[in-house]
C-alpha cells in the first residue's frame, strides 16, 4: 500500500501553476530523489507534500499508517536559520513542537525522542553549544535531528549538502543512508547532485520541461538520465 500518492497534482502560487498534473507513488522504505533545473518546483512540490501550502488542483494522499503530522522536515537553509541564537539542544527539541499541542513544554518522552536523535546524528557532545557558531556540517546534523523528532517514518530534505565540503557531504549522505535502511525511514530529497541522487536514490523524480518518475535503474535508461550519463562521461575525462 502506498505511504504517499501524488494524484494529478497542480501545484503552484496564487493560481499559477509551476507543476502540472503530477502523478507518482511511494512505498515506504523508498528513497526518491527530486532533481530538475533551478527554479523548476521542486521547493514547491515539497511545500506542497507538506501541506504548506494547497495543491491548484489534484490531491496528495498519505497512507500505510503515515498521518500528515509525522513528516520531518529539513528546510533549505537562510541565513537567517544560520544565525539562530539558540542552543543545539533546543532547536532538537523544538522538532517535537508538533507533539506538543497547547503544551507549553516539552515532557519527559520529548526529550527522550530529542536525545535519541542527537545520538543519531552523533552531536549528543554539541547539545549546550549555540547552534550559530557550529560549522555547516554540524547545524545541518542538528537539523536533520530537528527533523527526526518530528518522525520516525518519512523524512523530506530540501538540499541538505548544499554548502557543504565533499567530506561533510559524503558523510551526510551516509547518515541519510542509514536512517533509510536501518530505520526504515521514507527520504524524499531535493538534490542538485545527479550522481549521488543515482547512487543512493530508490526512485528519481525528475522535473523540468519534461517529467521522470521511476526506479533509478528505468532513470538511466530514460532520456533525461542518459543525458546525465553522457555528462558524467565527459566529466571524467
Ligand atoms: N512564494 C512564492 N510566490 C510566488 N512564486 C514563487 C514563490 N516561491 C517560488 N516561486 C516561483 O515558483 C517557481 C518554482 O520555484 P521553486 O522554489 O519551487 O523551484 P526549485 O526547483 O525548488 O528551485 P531551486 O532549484 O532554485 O531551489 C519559480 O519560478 C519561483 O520563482
Do not use: W
Not at 544560520?82 to 513544554?105: M, Q, Y
Not at 549528543?124 to 554540524?138: D, N, V
Amino acid at each position: 500500500m502506498a505511504q504517499l500518492t501524488c494524484q494529478n497534482l497542480c501545484a503552484g502560487y496564487d493560481g499559477r501553476p509551476v507543476l502540472q498534473d503530477l502523478t507518482f507513488e511511494l512505498l515506504a522504505g523508498d528513497y526518491l530523489c527530486i532533481v530538475g533545473e533551478n527554479g523548476s518546483g521542486k521547493s514547491t512540490l515539497m511545500k506542497t507534500i507538506l501541506g504548506l501550502q494547497m495543491p491548484i488542483s489534484g490531491r496528495i494522499l498519505t497512507g500505510d499508517g503515515l498521518r500528515k503530522n509525522e513528516i520531518g522536515y529539513l528546510p533549505q537553509q537562510t541565513v537567517i536559520q544560520k544565525d539562530f541564537p539558540a542552543s543545539v539542544r533546543e532547536i532538537v527539541l523544538s522538532g517535537c513542537l508538533g507533539r506538543c499541542g497547547s503544551r507549553p513544554f516539552y515532557n519527559k518522552e520529548e526529550k527522550k525522542l530529542a536525545a535519541e536523535a542527537m545520538e543519531k546524528m552523533q552531536i549528543t557532545r554539541l547539545a549546550r553549544r549555540c547552534y550559530r557558531k557550529l560549522s555547516g556540517g554540524q547545524q545541518q546534523r542538528v537539523l536533520l535531528a530537528r527533523a527526526l523528532c518530528a518522525t520516525q517514518k518519512m523524512l523530506l530534505l530540501d538540499e541538505p549538502v548544499s554548502g557543504l565540503d565533499p567530506k561533510v557531504t559524503a558523510e551526510m549522505y551516509t547518515l541519510i543512508e542509514k536512517l533509510n535502511r536501518e530505520d526504515g525511514i521514507t527520504v524524499i530529497m531535493i538534490s542538485h547532485d545527479v550522481a549521488a541522487a543515482v547512487r543512493y536514490a530508490s526512485h528519481i523524480l525528475h522535473i523540468g520541461d519534461t517529467v521522470f518518475f521511476g526506479t533509478r535503474a528505468d532513470y538511466l535508461q530514460s532520456s533525461q538520465g542518459r543525458l546525465f550519463d553522457v555528462k558524467k562521461g565527459g566529466d571524467s575525462q
